[in-house]
């Protein structure tokens, strides 16, 4: 990893020419960064498994005693891999889920699995659903009581309803937006706390390639205007690309001495749950071409090494220093890659972080009063009920 620091000077520029005081206000991608995104997206798909050849399968991972983990979505896919491969590599592994049953079986399986292990597996289970933000709150209310330290908050969960409708929350937000990128977002910042307690810590946010097509109109961010016609492919596009603009911001905003590292990682293109929801004839074809296609394992190597990498925070912080417009962004190769042309527009990524705080129902001043060690009022959660 010791390319991490010097290869975003060789990231070209982009941030520059997006911003533009007194241009009017981009309405969409432009044709050409819409080419360039899927041409990496094909690319991505034909030749990770060439350029992710290095690694090893799983991932070695250095021990992890003495720290905590919170893994979103464990129970399934890559989620489920990092949980295990956190638990039995010595971390304390909390799998924040909806189906919390499932997750005390699946701690049973690890654990009879290791059996000849002396010690048991450090894991615990939390009830979490990324579709109710009154959830969220409750969820980061019950660990911030408990007042220890959290090294590592891994926003696993997503969802890609692919040839769905469109379906909203409860909270009257488009889904793939609430649960890709509203909620990871609150449930980060309301974590503040804990992981400045943890410090040196980590937030890893799970993202896509498919970033790279996606736009986000911050005045239609429910995608109900009709300016555009909704897709599932819209819908997951352009969450992802949100997550990456907030995590920009963050990364910015969040001071150096409170030793936070925010990092976005792509997994590749992954074999997962995702898959169901696809055309039959897709599934097919995921089939009949299994060498392109990473299992689960495969695709959470980019998220572990993210998350335990020791050169992870000097990385991020090399990228503060030079005021780099885009948090870190780790390919599913484990090394560093440039996010989109539209990811480094500064100012449409202020516009994403103002309206995602407001949306999720928190102050603009909250991350300043958390790293403060002050309380801070949510719209949703108790408070709401």
């Known amino acids: 990893m010791g390319s991490l620091a010097s290869s975003s000077s060789s990231s070209s520029g982009d941030g520059d020419r997006n911003g533009g005081g007194g241009r009017r206000k981009k309405e969409d991608l432009g044709w050409i960064e819409w080419a360039r995104g899927w041409c990496g997206i094909v690319g991505e798909f034909l030749f990770q498994r060439i350029a992710a ?3 090893e399968n799983p991932l070695s991972l250095p021990p992890l005693d003495g ?5 979103t979505g464990a129970t399934s896919g890559i989620g489920l891999e990092i949980a295990r491969q956190l638990a039995q590599s010595g971390a304390h592994v909390v799998m924040a889920v909806r189906k919390t049953k499932l997750a005390h079986d699946l701690i049973q399986k690890w654990q009879n699995e290791k059996a000849e292990m002396e010690l048991p597996l450090n894991v615990e289970v939390m009830e979490l659903d990324l579709l109710s933000l009154d959830s969220v709150v409750r969820f980061a209310e019950a660990w911030n009581a408990r007042l220890g330290p959290l090294h590592a908050l891994i926003n696993n969960a997503g969802i890609f309803s692919i040839g769905e409708p469109q379906h909203f929350s409860k909270d009257g937000y488009e889904e793939h937006m609430q649960v890709n990128h509203l909620a990871p977002a609150l449930l980060s910042m309301l974590l503040l706390p804990s992981l400045v307690r943890g410090s040196p810590s980590r937030i890893i946010n799970v993202n896509s390639i498919m970033h790279a097509v996606g736009f986000v109109d911050t005045e239609d961010m429910n995608l109900t205007s ?3 016609k909704y897709t599932s492919y819209l819908g997951y596009s352009n969450s992802k690309l949100a997550q990456v603009k907030f995590s920009s911001i963050l990364h910015k905003r969040i001071p150096a001495e409170a030793g936070i590292s ?8 992954v074999h997962t749950n995702v898959a169901r929801d696809l055309p039959k004839l897709v599934v097919t074809g995921y089939h009949l071409i299994p060498y392109f296609i990473f299992d689960a394992q495969e695709g959470s190597r980019s998220t572990l090494f993210a998350a335990t990498d020791p050169q992870v925070p000097e990385y991020c912080g090399v990228l503060k220093a030079e005021e780099w417009p885009v948090c870190a962004y780790i390919s599913h190769d484990c090394r560093p890659m440039n996010a989109s042309e539209e990811a480094h527009n ?5 516009e994403v972080w103002d309206k995602t705080l407001d949306m999720i129902g928190l102050p603009s001043d909250v991350l300043e009063k958390l790293i403060e060690g002050e309380e801070v009022q949510c719209r949703y959660g108790s408070s709401s009920e």
Request: aromatic share 0%; charged share 10%; with cysteine.
């Open 346 to 350: 500064l100012e449409t990524s202020q």
């Open 262 to 269: 925010v990092v976005c990682v792509s997994p590749g293109i």
């Open 67 to 71: 720290i905590t983990c919170i893994v």
């Open 226 to 228: 009709g300016k555009r």
């Open 53 to 55: 050849s290095h690694l």
